[in-house]
């Protein structure tokens, strides 16, 4: 069974090293959480390292850029991995092929920078669907719109066998007040209508296995049971740290904050209920980051 915690330092003893989500557990899109700031702040301070895993579909470099810009401070974490980086690495060894159709807004285009990890890249060039070999999703190029929008491209993109590279496996994300389709969403709708779609966020592998990368780059030597993930994606965050077999704490005060029935505190009854229907069972359990 879970167990609801008043706030990290409950249990950060336990624990060397955080992989934590940023959208919806450190800022909203806008502003950072305070409390959450000081709750990393206080854990690196004890001697904890702070890896931030994020399904962001960018580099990490301008995911720090934008942490910076919203005001998080560099003493809350050690580093980042980002979903972007983990699909960049994949397209660049060929996933999808050399022409790609891509889906995603201007400020996506960071995604295909170079990455000097690949010492043999493949050569990138976007094309139109006509003329592509696989596509590369980094989310809807209008992040209010029904997903459904893309059905005819999709449909085209299936019969052809085009293989969908998604940079970020999130299907919704809240900026602010305002809920927004990620890229996860697309790629369910693709999958769905019979296509192939290529994941590399969490709850997937290959974003943990970067994110342990890191953590060794760093010079830190940490076993899996020393590791907790945290997020409020039931379905990303706590199903990818049960795949990993790592403990998890899921932030109710989310993307699930109306079914946990969370204001400070989720309420016990509805959590039982949500995390039963969900069939995933964090380790532990808050309403917010703190």
Request: charged share 25%.
């Amino acid at each position: 069974m879970t167990r609801i915690i008043t706030s990290l330092s409950d249990i950060s003893e336990s624990y060397n090293a955080l992989f934590c989500d940023l959208w919806g557990c450190v800022h909203d899109g806008l502003a950072p959480f305070a409390e959450a700031v000081t709750a990393l702040q206080a854990f690196r301070a004890k001697g904890g390292t702070v890896m931030l895993v994020t399904n962001a579909p960018r580099p990490h470099a301008p995911v720090r850029r934008q942490l910076d810009r919203l005001g998080v401070p560099s003493d809350a974490y050690d580093g980042i991995a980002t979903s972007g980086d983990s699909a960049r690495a994949a397209m660049l060894r060929g996933a999808v092929g050399e022409k790609v159709y891509f889906i995603g807004q201007p400020h996506d285009q960071d995604f295909f920078t170079p990455l000097e990890l690949i010492e043999t890249p493949v050569t990138i060039s976007q094309v139109p669907l006509e003329q592509a070999e696989g596509i590369v999703c980094c989310g809807p190029f209008d992040p209010l719109a029904d997903p459904e929008e893309m059905r005819a491209q999709f449909l085209q993109a299936k019969a052809r066998g085009l293989k969908l590279l998604c940079a970020n496996p999130d299907i919704v994300v809240d900026r602010g007040e305002t809920r927004e389709w990620c890229a996860g969403a697309l790629a369910k709708l693709y999958t769905q209508m019979g296509g192939e779609s290529l994941y590399f966020g969490k709850p997937h592998p290959p974003i943990y296995d970067l994110a342990r990368r890191r953590l060794e780059a760093l010079g830190k030597d940490i076993p899996d049971s020393r590791i907790l993930c945290v997020g409020d994606g039931i379905l990303t965050d706590i199903d990818g740290a049960l795949g990993e077999d790592l403990d998890s704490l899921f932030i109710t005060g989310g993307l699930a904050v109306r079914e946990t029935q969370t204001t400070d505190q989720p309420d016990p009854a509805a959590l039982t209920a949500y995390l039963t229907k969900e069939m995933r069972q964090p380790t532990y359990c808050i309403g917010k980051l703190r």
